[in-house]
């Protein structure tokens, strides 16, 4: 039985079953008990009137058969009646042989005193029912028909509580087994490769988080695939741009239409520079998503690491005419970094600024905010619109056609590989930007315990 709808409708019934058995087998035994005891009280007390009435008509047991004849209401249909007088002699049995035989008592029998005047005048003893003889009625006695009606009346309910509790299993495995469905179809379409797959979500139960996560998971892949072809092609184009200028030259060299000169050699260097820095770019953004970026952390002071990036780009500034300054407070405590590699990230952070800053301000910030220090870079340039900033950490993203050039020898991979590096630390980094105000990248990293050592300026 492989269908899950089938085996919650098997389950459900069981369970209706189980319950529906146990309640009646309980009602059933109630039921007996309490009309035996009932029918045992109204019995005996009749049984003990007639017998000490007729007594105290006849003054002796003479004839105490008649009253107690087969088709008597004072029978008993389930038991067996001796009464012996005084002396224990057996005035009356169903079984005529023991009349006037002394009888002993056994340890089951129900004892009914019987006196009449006060006086004692016998005993009647109650015993497990015997074989009555052939001649006796078939018909069965009120009481044993009510015992068999009930009992079939609970088999009757039995049934059907099965029948019910079936088709409620039906009827509830279906919305339930419904969702789960769904989820087997889309994941077999997402396990064939058609990303994007969506569920409808029924309910704000299990099943209705799981739908959701399913949809969330099914649109990360369909952004995580459609990214990955867009990098790829991104690849290909940032590849193919230097092999070109590369093969155009060495093409020249070789069929002697090019004279070797420094200029040439200049420009063939570039982009064999940029080549290596793209694969640089590349491999540190494979070993940060596989979690192998080696990180050798040490304390260091957030306003030395500030300074030497700066002193890395003051030059570039002044040649644009940007005032690079930082803002750093002298006594903040030191964070525990990788001091290449968050200096390469705050260095990727600070040529963005100015490669998108005309004789502007590029400030390098740094200040506490309780147990971490916030790292940042602002500036005053073009600012990135609102509908880019969600993408701007993307690889190879570029907010608009004035990215779009590498006269910095950027390979585009720049902002996400400063994200990287920070992450690889347990940090966050964020950005807010208006267009045509500027753009401020912040970085927020856990406070060393240990004070902070001397930082090269690399």
């Known amino acids: 039985m492989r269908s899950l709808a089938a085996k919650l409708t098997l389950a459900l ?27 045992g009280d109204r ?13 105290a008509e006849q003054d002796s047991w003479d004839g105490v058969g008649r009253i107690m004849r ?5 029978m008993f249909n389930s038991t067996r009646l001796i009464v012996v007088d005084l002396a224990g002699a057996v005035v009356f049995d169903i079984d ?25 005048i016998g005993t009647a003893y109650v015993l497990p029912p015997i074989a009555r003889p052939e001649s006796r009625s078939a018909r069965l006695p009120p009481e044993a028909l009510f015992r068999r009606n009930a009992r079939i009346a609970t088999i009757f309910s039995a049934l059907i509580a099965a029948v019910i509790s079936l088709t409620l299993g039906v009827a509830l495995a279906r919305p339930l087994v ?32 799981l739908a959701t996560s399913f949809n969330r998971m099914s649109a990360d892949l369909a952004r995580a695939r459609q990214a990955r072809q867009q990098m790829t092609a991104d690849i290909a184009h940032d590849l193919r741009t230097p092999l070109t200028i590369l ?74 005419g940007v005032d690079l300054r930082i803002d750093a407070a002298d006594d903040l405590p030191s964070i525990l970094v990788d001091t290449e590699r968050m200096a390469q990230a ?47 950490f993307d690889r190879f993203y570029r907010a608009d056609s004035s990215r779009q050039g590498r006269g910095d020898g950027s390979t585009g991979l ?16 964020a950005v807010a930007s208006v267009r045509g105000q500027g753009t401020h990248f912040s970085v927020v990293l856990p406070v060393s315990a240990e004070p902070a050592g001397q930082l090269d300026s690399g």
């Open 346 to 392: 705050l260095a990727n952070l600070t040529n963005n600024a100015l490669h998108h800053t005309a004789r502007g301000q590029v400030v390098l910030g740094a200040q506490r905010a309780g147990s971490q220090v916030v790292l940042s870079v602002g500036d005053t340039g073009e600012g990135i619109d609102k509908e880019d900033l969600p993408h701007i």
């Open 247 to 320: 093969r155009g030259y060495t093409e020249g060299l070789k069929g002697g239409e090019l004279e070797g000169n420094d200029a040439l050699y200049r420009i063939m260097y570039d982009e064999v520079l940029h080549l290596q820095h793209l694969v640089d770019d590349l491999r540190t953004l494979s070993l940060a998503d596989t979690r192998a970026l080696t990180l050798n952390r040490r304390p260091v002071d957030p306003r030395a690491l500030l300074e030497r990036t700066g002193l890395a780009y003051i030059h570039q500034a002044q040649q644009q």
């Open 70 to 74: 087969d088709d008597s209401p004072l």
């Open 178 to 209: 419904r969702p789960v469905r769904e989820l087997t179809v889309a994941t077999q379409a997402v396990a064939d490769g058609e990303f994007g797959q969506q569920v409808q979500v029924r309910s704000h139960d299990e099943f209705g988080e």
């Open 43 to 55: 019995d005996f007390q009749a049984v003990t009137t007639a017998l000490t009435d007729f007594y």
């Open 96 to 120: 005529t042989s023991n009349i006037g035989a002394h009888y002993l008592p056994g340890s089951d029998d129900v004892v009914l005193p019987l006196a009449s005047d006060g006086q004692t």
């Open 13 to 39: 019934l069981f369970v209706g079953l189980t319950g529906t058995l146990l309640v009646a087998l309980f009602a059933d035994r109630l039921v007996q008990r309490e009309f035996n005891r009932f029918v």
């Open 414 to 429: 720049g902002l996400a590989i400063a994200k990287a590096i920070v992450e690889a630390h347990g940090g966050t980094i």
